[in-house]
């Protein structure tokens, strides 16, 4: 018997020992679980040109700069239409009983994150003197010649200030001069007084170019400051961000903001309130590699190394089927493991003609046969498989002011037409004329496959094209310098307003502004400034279908279409509502038990 109990003891002290290591191992574990980060992937598909705020203004700009600078506004994340909200102020700015003096308070204990620039290497609180010197070097016009039309007029004093640093030089610096319209209360507290009445001027303080930026970070980096971001958003930079290595910006413990508490209905349903009033951002680390092809892209997807992206048309007929209900949805297994949505772009999708090129800018004619010639609605029944709307103005459908309120009408696709037209600009069939070159600023497969296609509408009237491909830096200096003939590019919406489209063609906006055209239209010009600070309505529409003819009939461009945004995301990824208008990284979060499991 005693053996037995002895036995016995063996075995049972062995079960413990087992059961013991089994929950050391298993607490082990919860606690790596419990230690490791949320990691949140998503890919960027092109090179940005600069991380200076001030300098830089576009797409692929913007989705680096959200994560790590503030604004003074945003828009709500959630709620639909888009709405402005406090961002780095408190409230909402007041506004005056004389219609033009905002008052600004900001948000108590916002801080800089921690950077050698700064004394002791700790980041110091954002103050108003910070907010001021930010928007005296947005107004520099040796540092900001892209999105500077956004407040040009509006603010006392500004354009004065514009004009005197582009007289002192690029190696000035005015910002520590009086601007008449931005004057310090205290070190929350400031006012900016305007012009004249303009409804539109608060939303220029939600773009990245008016994020706020500390004078010591400047000063420290110089040129490096384009790729060593200090600012106060919701993620940060450990070392300077290369144009082509995958970024890592980990969560900035600093960031004041929280999830939002209100949506838009259905939202609740949907599950997009179940963080709400907790700290942003919801993942540790946000991972932005870029991936400028589509199909390694797609496969990085399916494997789990990205966690969102956008579908390309290939994929999309892969992955997704309309239902009887026109909504859209994903095929079979796809369905359990993803999910995908589609909103309208709030995106022109243009041809753009250089008139400062003497060809094309010394012959209407010939730009007219061009306009005749291309066919937007086979474009997007090619490239995009249908998703998409023709447009007939600059102006997006779902914005005001768009075709559906003036009703504009473009230039049909009318190869008779454009062969009569052709002839009479002195080519007739394209006999002396010269190949024409298209650029585009990609380089992958999809861009390739859009000149394919261009190429075959040209040369149905005779035109031969030739195209040339770049990465977007490249590109954009040719743009701004007047190196192209004709230019594939698009224009996504900076605030929800058409004076926002209308400004690309605006004669004061010629490069290095927007306006790479070079058109310049006395009556243009003349019907954009009447409309520019109208509030909508009859006499504003007026103004828009003014400038609509006159671009349908000079063809500084070609208008093409409003492409429907498709992307999918994985199953383990929450909070996810597509926002054309705020970066939604911050908002997400991430399952990384889900994510583990679902990593092949």
């Not at 075709?403 to 009479?424: I, N, Q, S």
């Not at 007739?428 to 999809?446: H, M, Q, V």
């Not at 995301?569 to 908002?587: A, D, H, I, Y």
Request: charged letters at 20%; one cysteine or more.
């Amino acid at each position: 018997m005693g053996i037995v109990v002895v036995i016995r003891r063996a075995r049972t002290s062995r079960v413990l020992a087992r059961v013991t290591l089994a929950c050391a191992c298993a607490l082990a574990a919860q606690a790596t679980r419990a230690a490791e980060p949320s990691v949140l992937t998503v890919p960027r598909l092109a090179q940005f040109e600069t991380l200076d705020p001030q300098r830089g203004f576009g797409q692929t700009e913007d989705q680096v700069l959200r994560q790590v600078y503030s604004t003074l506004l945003t828009y709500a994340y959630l709620e639909r239409p888009y709405k402005l909200e406090p961002d780095l102020l408190e409230a909402m700015p007041t506004l005056a009983a004389d219609k033009v003096t905002y008052t600004f308070r900001l948000r108590q204990g916002v801080r800089f994150v921690d950077c050698p620039c700064f004394a002791g290497g700790k980041g110091r609180e954002l103050t108003s003197d910070d907010v001021l010197y930010s928007l005296k070097r947005y107004a520099d016009g040796n540092v900001n010649a892209k999105s500077w039309f956004a407040m040009q007029g509006a603010v006392v004093g500004l354009d004065d200030f514009h004009a005197a640093t582009l007289k002192a030089g690029p190696t000035s610096d005015l910002t520590a001069s009086d601007v008449a319209g931005l004057h310090k209360v205290d070190d929350r507290t400031f006012t900016i007084r305007l012009t004249h009445e303009n409804p539109l001027f608060l939303h220029v303080l939600a773009m990245a170019p008016t994020a706020v930026v500390p004078r010591e970070a400047v000063q420290f980096y110089k040129d490096r400051f384009q790729v060593n971001p200090v600012g106060t958003g919701p993620f940060k930079a450990t070392q300077a961000l290369a144009r082509k290595a995958t970024m890592r910006l980990v969560r900035n413990p600093d960031y004041y903001r929280t999830y939002p508490t209100v949506g838009a209905p259905g939202d609740a349903q949907a599950g997009l309130l179940k963080d709400a009033g907790k700290r942003l951002p919801r993942v540790d680390v946000l991972e932005m590699p870029l991936i400028e092809e589509a199909q390694p892209a797609a496969l990085m997807f399916l494997r789990g190394a990205l966690d969102w992206r956008p579908l390309d048309r290939a994929w999309f007929v892969k992955m997704v089927v309309r239902g009887p209900d026109g909504t859209f949805r994903l095929r079979g297994e796809y369905a359990k493991k993803f999910a995908v949505y589609g909103v309208p772009g709030l995106e022109t999708e243009y041809l753009l003609l250089n008139l400062r090129d003497p060809l094309l800018g010394g012959n209407k004619l010939l730009r007219q046969a061009l306009a005749a010639a291309v066919d937007p609605q086979a474009m997007l029944d090619v490239l995009f498989n249908g998703r998409g709307r023709r447009l007939q103005s600059l102006v997006p459908d779902d914005l005001p002011g768009s075709e559906r309120e003036t009703g504009a009408v473009a230039r049909t696709h009318d190869v008779a037409a454009a062969r009569r037209l052709l002839a009479l600009a002195g080519f007739p069939n394209g006999k002396g004329l010269p190949p024409l070159t298209i650029s585009f600023f990609e380089t992958n497969a999809a861009t390739h496959d859009e000149f394919d296609l261009l190429r075959s509408q040209f040369a149905a009237i005779g035109v031969q094209v030739k195209g040339v491909f770049m990465d977007q830096p490249t590109f954009t200096k040719a743009a701004e310098n007047g190196n192209f003939q004709l230019a594939s590019y698009g224009w996504q919406a900076d605030y929800p307003d058409p004076e926002d489209f209308y400004q690309l063609l605006y004669s004061r906006n010629v490069p290095p502004g927007n306006n790479w055209s070079g058109f310049a239209n006395a009556a243009y010009d003349k019907a954009y400034e009447a409309s520019r600070f109208m509030a909508n309505g009859p006499a504003r529409l007026a103004q828009l279908r003014t400038m609509n003819a006159l671009v349908q009939d000079e063809v500084p461009m070609i208008v093409l279409y409003d492409p429907l945004k498709f992307g999918i995301t994985q199953g383990w990824v929450g909070n996810f509502k597509r926002s054309l208008l705020v970066q939604e990284p911050m908002f997400l979060s991430v399952d990384m038990a889900r994510k583990r499991q679902g990593v092949q």
